[in-house]
Nanobody
Framework: QVQLVESGGGLVQTGGSLRLSCAASGRIFSINAMGWYRQAPGKQRELVAT???????NYADSVKGRFTISRDNAKNTVYLQMNSLKPEDTAVYYCNAEYFIATIPSSWGQGTQVTVSS
């Protein structure tokens, strides 16, 4: 199994920036894609961005041009740089790891709160 630990959340004003980090440990060799999802109060969890081991990326339309996902395979860490933050970005952000073997359920971190004040 893989353990994921997020950090970097907090309170920021509209237009500000934050960088989230997610450190993976355990059976990291089995990880293919890693990503960030978020869940706002009363809403479903939604995709923010993903990155494969080969560094192919995918972003939600709502964050394109503002957020950047990156991955340091040597450190087993994935990052989410968030710029030009908006109040609607307020949510709990979760790190996710998907495996090369598709039948293995993905792993989730415990979540980190991001709050953007207007």
């Amino acid at each position: 199994q893989v353990q994921l630990v997020e950090s970097g959340g907090g309170l920021v004003q509209t237009g500000g920036s934050l960088r989230l980090s997610c450190a993976a440990s355990g059976r990291i060799f089995s990880i293919n894609a890693m990503g960030w999802y978020r869940q706002a109060p009363g809403k479903q969890r939604e995709l923010v961005a993903t990155i494969t081991r080969g560094r192919s990326t995918n972003y939600a339309d709502s964050v394109k041009g503002r957020f950047t996902i990156s991955r340091d395979n040597a450190k087993n860490t994935v990052y989410l740089q968030m710029n030009s933050l908006k109040p609607e970005d307020t949510a709990v952000y979760y790190c996710n790891a998907e495996y090369f073997i598709a039948t293995i359920p993905s792993s989730w971190g415990q979540g980190t709160q991001v709050t953007v004040s207007s």
